[in-house]
């Protein structure tokens, strides 16, 4: 099966995102599109998954975009890497857990090419580094096409965080591959892909 990798260099608004997701999905159903890998940024913004609740917005000024991914509330901000997805399980196993325990291993695997240890909880989707989040999965799944992904924090403002509870957390419960290490890395998409498509045969 074809895949096709797209990577935005410059930061993607989430609703223009959402809405070239949503048509990909479409497309995808039908068998009139590959499968997507897209990697990218967004520029500030606060979204709410299906289960998002008002008390976590700490900062009534923010603006929240309802989204229908799994999960609560979430910040997108530059420096952190948006990995979306659109695949179809039809054609692959028909396991949602499956799928989100593969991306969670390809956050992990990630994160030790820099030689930080992440870990899954089995109470709270995502990855976790001694107790922090720096890592969030979002999935939701029509008709047996798997769409929306994960964000990877890079060297993004953890400040934005202070604005809500992050997935339902204490926003102090976030970090970074920067707030661990104090590094810069260039090569994040590169590897990001790399991983995924070398797991993709487990999904």
Same mark, same amino acid.
């Given at each position: 099966m074809?895949?096709?990798i797209k990577v935005?260099?410059r930061p993607i608004?989430?609703?223009?995102?959402?809405n070239f997701?949503?048509?990909? @999905?479409?497309k *995808?159903?039908?068998?009139k599109a590959r499968?997507?890998l897209? @990697?990218?940024e967004?520029p500030l913004?606060y979204?709410? #998954? &299906?289960s998002?609740?008002?008390?976590?917005?700490?900062d009534?000024?923010? #603006?929240?975009i309802?989204t229908?991914?799994?999960?609560?509330i979430? *910040?997108?901000?530059?420096?952190?890497?948006?990995v979306?997805?659109v695949?179809?399980?039809n054609?692959?196993?028909?396991?949602?857990k499956n799928?989100?325990?593969v991306?969670?291993n390809?956050?992990?695997?990630f994160?030790n090419?820099y030689?930080i240890?992440g870990v899954?909880?089995?109470?709270?989707?995502?990855i976790? *580094?001694k107790?922090?989040?720096i890592a969030a @999965?979002?999935?939701? &799944?029509?008709?047996? !096409?798997?769409?929306?992904g994960y964000s990877?924090?890079?060297?993004?403002n953890?400040q934005d965080y202070?604005?809500?509870?992050?997935? #339902?957390l204490?926003?102090?419960? !976030?970090?970074?591959?920067?707030?661990?290490?104090n590094?810069k890395?260039?090569?994040?998409?590169?590897?990001?892909?790399?991983?995924?498509?070398k797991n993709l045969n487990k999904?």
């Amino acid at each position: 099966m074809s895949i096709e990798i797209k990577v935005s260099k410059r930061p993607i608004s989430y609703k223009f995102a959402m809405n070239f997701l949503s048509k990909r @999905v479409e497309k *995808v159903k039908k068998n009139k599109a590959r499968e997507l890998l897209w @990697v990218l940024e967004h520029p500030l913004t606060y979204t709410g #998954g &299906v289960s998002f609740s008002n008390r976590d917005i700490l900062d009534k000024k923010i #603006g929240i975009i309802k989204t229908n991914r799994g999960g609560k509330i979430t *910040v997108h901000n530059k420096g952190q890497k948006i990995v979306y997805i659109v695949l179809n399980l039809n054609n692959r196993k028909k396991d949602i857990k499956n799928l989100i325990s593969v991306i969670e291993n390809n956050i992990i695997e990630f994160l030790n090419d820099y030689k930080i240890k992440g870990v899954k909880d089995k109470k709270n989707i995502g990855i976790w *580094v001694k107790n922090k989040k720096i890592a969030a @999965v979002g999935i939701r &799944v029509s008709g047996w !096409i798997a769409y929306h992904g994960y964000s990877i924090n890079i060297d993004n403002n953890l400040q934005d965080y202070l604005k809500i509870n992050p997935c #339902g957390l204490n926003n102090r419960k !976030i970090t970074s591959i920067f707030n661990e290490k104090n590094i810069k890395i260039k090569n994040a998409n590169k590897k990001i892909i790399e991983i995924f498509l070398k797991n993709l045969n487990k999904i």
